[in-house]
């Protein structure tokens, strides 16, 4: 991850905050949806990548081998849903943050051939669909409103959970299976096309429902290199999270233009917004930093303990920014969150990571 695309982002997003904290309603209206909401996306998708790097290395020293991110590239963003009568769209409608990745990774291990590599791979791979709908309830949910993202792995369990039958199929059992099952024909013919060339596919019973959200989870692996799709209802290689933060978050994404009238009327979730991004900024910029200049044990432990901060500190904005007086102190707090984590990280670095 490049450190100088976090620093662009940093100071781009240090200068919408201070935009918000002039009130002036010239520079308010000025302000442009990716200013406010692309930039927190774009935070989110670079959080994926560092926790998804971060998570494989490790499994990969688990498993004696190494893991390398050649490249990856989709969408974090807001989707729309469409409004369709007899089949034809005639409108949007309220939708959620969707997840859509893909990426390529170099496998090695120093025991074990084809399979325990293939192995690995499937591992990794579930990893990146967990990813797909933790990541956004890790920057959308809270105790108070609490909400639940969607992804091929997240379907599958929650399946588990209802009591459903997991299911492996292979071009030996694909009629008997799918003759059990209710996910939608196009899923079905998807499954069908797909084991008919010597692959497998992981699927549950029925449609599984979720806030704003009802389909089937399931993925689609070839077993000889363990390379798959982690695919969810609506053909997305991805995840989607309803309602996030709330109304307002929705209305703002699909209307250009009205930040002023929000941050008016919601002064408190306006400055959770830009504390949060500065504070998810920061910690990415904190945590290559680490990754890049110390030796991989001390940068991962150093990588666990920068999250945990955060988590910490974002547990707290939340908290303010339900207190009207407390909103106050959102500013002040990331910042000094901000300074204290570049001032022990810098000069830990400087002593040689040690």
């Known amino acids: 991850m490049n450190p100088t695309k976090l ?7 240090e200068e919408t905050r201070t935009i918000l904290e002039s009130n002036d309603p010239s520079q308010l ?18 959080g994926y990548f560092a926790q998804y790097n971060g998570l494989s290395h490790i499994a990969a020293l688990q498993a004696q081998g190494n893991h390398k991110l ?6 974090y963003g807001y989707e729309p849903n469409q409004d369709v009568f007899f089949g034809i769209p005639r409108g949007i409608k309220t939708g959620g943050a969707a997840f859509n990745i893909r990426f390529g990774n170099t496998v090695e291990l120093k025991q074990g051939g084809a399979e325990q590599r293939a192995q690995f791979r499937f591992q990794t791979g579930l990893i990146s669909s967990a990813l797909e709908h933790a990541v956004p309830e890790q920057m959308f949910s809270d105790p108070d409103d609490p909400t639940d993202g969607v992804s091929a792995v997240k379907a599958l369990q929650l399946a588990a959970q209802q009591g459903q039958k997991i299911y492996q ?10 003759a059990q099952t209710n996910l939608g024909s196009s899923i079905e013919d998807e499954i069908r ?12 019973q029925s449609n599984i429902s979720v806030p704003g959200w009802s389909g089937a989870g399931y993925i689609l692996l070839d077993q000889e290199t363990g390379i798959g799709s982690y695919k969810i209802t609506g053909g997305g290689n991805g995840g989607f999270l309803k309602n996030i933060l709330n109304s307002a978050i929705n209305k703002l994404m699909l209307i250009a233009g009205i930040w002023q009238g929000f941050a008016k009327n919601n002064p408190a979730l306006a400055k959770l917004l830009g504390g949060s991004i500065g504070l998810v900024i920061g910690a990415l910029t904190r945590i290559v930093k680490l990754l890049n200049e110390c ?8 990588t666990l303990l920068t999250i945990g901060w955060n988590i ?3 547990t707290i904005n939340v908290a303010l920014a339900a207190s009207g ?14 300074y204290l984590e570049a001032v022990v990280i810098d000069k830990f670095i400087e002593k040689g990571c040690s």
């Open 70 to 75: 050649e490249f990856g590239y989709g969408s």
């Open 29 to 46: 209206e000025n302000l442009t949806r990716d200013q406010i909401l692309g930039d927190l996306f774009y935070a989110g998708g670079l």
């Open 169 to 178: 199929i292979d071009s030996s059992n694909v009629n008997t299976v799918l």
């Open 193 to 204: 096309s797909y084991v008919g060339s010597g692959n497998i596919a992981i699927a549950h």
């Open 325 to 338: 007086a407390g909103a106050l102190l959102l500013y002040p707090l990331a910042a000094m969150e901000l």
């Open 295 to 302: 030796p991989t044990g001390i940068a991962l432990i150093g």
């Open 7 to 13: 620093e662009q982002l940093q100071a781009s997003v």
């Open 312 to 314: 910490l500190f974002l």
